[in-house]
């Protein structure tokens, strides 16, 4: 399988800050990665997909870069409701797996 | 709107079965590819299964890989996960989720818990 690994575990940041949040897959997925943004309590929701592409009605402030095995996720002049988990997602090879996430808290 | 409701979830014993729906509406279910997706108690996000908008394919994890089976019927709009079997760490919050058509996912409901325990 291949294995996401996401870093920092823990992200303290304030509002306004920009969020750079890094996922390294153990193999090539291509551009095959997503990433989702999950709060508690609430259904998780695609932000990028194909390392780049943000999803519907997700607002520019949330980019994606990558390819290979290296990825980030930024998230420019960050937002109260921008705290969250965040997970990237590869879907090149069987079984999809996603990384252990990564956790954007408030400082 | 899109929206994905699972029903199904409780406490069940170790070694029993468990069948999750997921109702789906405002959209044409039929055409979409649908997901399973859990996330155990203070963990991550664990996909578990994929089903072709026919139902003509199916992937799973190997974590439920021979105890868990994808299904549904486009006539109800709704998804199945028979769940056999169960472990005790098979208990978490349990989402279905829309493929986006790329296999990724782009509608996810608020999730169902499953409680194994004796």
């Known amino acids: 399988d291949i294995v996401l690994t996401q870093s920092p575990a823990t992200l303290s940041l304030s509002p306004g800050e920009r969020a750079t949040l890094s996922c390294t897959a153990s193999?090539?997925?291509?551009?095959?990665l997503a990433w989702y943004q999950h709060k508690p309590g609430q259904a998780p929701r695609l932000l990028i997909y194909d390392a780049s592409n943000r999803a519907a009605g997700i607002p520019a402030k949330f980019s994606g870069s990558g390819s290979g095995t290296d990825f980030t996720l930024t998230i420019t002049s960050l937002e109260p409701e921008d705290f969250a988990v965040y997970y990237c997602?590869?879907?090149?090879?069987?079984?999809?797996?996603f990384g252990p996430g990564t956790k954007v808290d408030i400082k | 709107q899109v929206q994905l409701v699972e029903s199904g979830g409780g406490v069940v014993q170790p070694g029993k079965s468990l069948r999750l729906s997921c109702a789906a509406s405002g959209f044409a279910f039929r055409g979409y590819a649908m997901h399973w997706v859990r996330q155990a108690p203070g963990k991550g996000l664990e996909w578990l299964a994929i089903?072709?908008?026919?139902?003509?394919?199916?992937y799973y994890a190997e974590s439920v890989k021979g105890r868990y089976t994808i299904s549904r019927d486009n006539s109800q709009n709704t998804l199945y996960l028979q769940m056999n079997s169960l472990r005790a760490e098979d208990t978490a919050v349990y989402y279905c989720?829309?493929?986006?058509?790329?296999?990724?996912?782009?509608?996810w409901g608020q999730g169902t818990l499953v409680t194994v325990s004796s």
């Open positions: 193999h090539s997925v291509s551009s095959y």
């Open positions: 089903i072709w908008y026919d139902g003509s394919n199916k």
């Open positions: 997602q590869q879907r090149n090879i069987w079984p999809f797996t």
């Open positions: 989720a829309r493929d986006l058509g790329t296999k990724y996912l782009d509608y």
